[in-house]
Nanobody, 123 residues
Framework: QVQLVESGGGLVQTGASLRLSCAAS????????MGWFRQAPGKEREFVAA????????YYVDSLKARFTISRDNPKNTVYLQMNSLKPEDTAVYYC????????????????WGQGTQVTVSS
């Protein structure tokens, strides 16, 4: 089993930045790709970004690529999501996910999920 714990969410104003962290523990040696998803109230969960095990390959939803950056620190078993120039429409619960296989934007392909961290951007 793999456990994922997100942190770093909070309430910020428009234009602010936040860095989310996702700490993985347990049987992490089999984990390859890790990703971030988000779900806003009343909306379906959407893909944000994913990163390969070695950190070289990344994959973003086009609409967020200019403002969000995903990275990982393997010795710390931690994945980050740097979010800049935040907007009210970025308000959502952000989830970290991990999978054994290749990068993917499909939530159903991920094997493990965190509990989520709330990000609220006020106007």
């Amino acid at each position: 089993q793999v456990q994922l714990v997100e942190s770093g969410g909070g309430l910020v104003q428009t234009g602010a930045s936040l860095r989310l962290s996702c700490a993985a523990s347990g049987r992490t040696f089999n984990i390859n790709a890790m990703g971030w998803f988000r779900q806003a109230p009343g909306k379906e969960r959407e893909f944000v970004a994913a990163i390969s095990r070695n950190g070289i390959s990344t994959y973003y939803v086009d609409s967020l690529k200019a403002r969000f950056t995903i990275s990982r620190d393997n010795p710390k078993n931690t994945v980050y999501l740097q979010m800049n120039s935040l907007k009210p429409e970025d308000t959502a619960v952000y989830y970290c996910a991990a999978k054994f296989g290749m990068l993917s934007n499909s939530g159903s392909s991920y094997d493990y999920w965190g509990q989520g961290t709330q990000v609220t951007v006020s106007s």
